[in-house]
């Protein structure tokens, strides 16, 4: 699996985890039922989309700032910019499960199914935009160079 389709997967799994986050307010009235569900759901936010959102900002999208056209550029920087309101949304949902371990409530189970729909609801059409207008651009245009630098990339940024 190249990057590309590494992120790819990525943005399949939103899905997958959005049906999680659906099921969440059926489980509004059982505390230990809810959080095995609400834990699944923010080790995927922490550590999948986490991760996706830094190795596109560090390792994708300066390459792609060197290569892509100008008109693809201009949806580039758009795409990028939604990704700081959704690291807020992510921030947010980090304190309502540290409120949990100190006062579990039904209260911070409603604050929790809130935020974690408002984050789904961002994340599936960011990961449409990119799927639909980033990664087609660059399976155009991308050379043999340009995936292998691409690699290497990803490769220093996995060791550093
Ligand atoms: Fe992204
Ligand atoms: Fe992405």
Redesign the pocket.
């Known amino acids: 699996m190249d990057v590309i389709e590494k992120?790819i997967a990525?943005?399949r799994e939103v899905k997958e985890y959005s049906d999680i986050s659906d099921k969440l307010a059926e489980l509004i009235n059982n505390d230990a039922f809810f959080w095995d569900n609400a834990v699944r759901v923010t080790k995927f936010f922490k550590k999948e989309v986490r991760e996706?959102f830094a190795i596109?900002e560090s390792v994708l999208f300066p390459l792609l700032e060197k290569i892509l056209p100008p008109d693809v550029l201009d949806n580039l920087s758009e795409i990028e910019n939604e990704h700081g309101p959704i690291i807020k949304k992510l921030d947010e949902l980090d304190r309502i499960s540290l409120q949990h371990l100190k006062y579990p409530s039904k209260t911070t189970r409603e604050l929790f199914v809130k935020v974690c729909g408002e984050i789904i609801e961002l994340l599936l059409p960011?990961?449409r935009r990119?799927d639909g207008d980033i990664f087609p651009a660059v399976r155009k245009i991308f050379s043999d160079a340009n995936y292998r630098e691409l690699e290497n990339l990803y490769f220093k940024y996995m060791e550093s």
């Open positions: 992120l990525g943005h996706h596109e960011h990961a990119e």
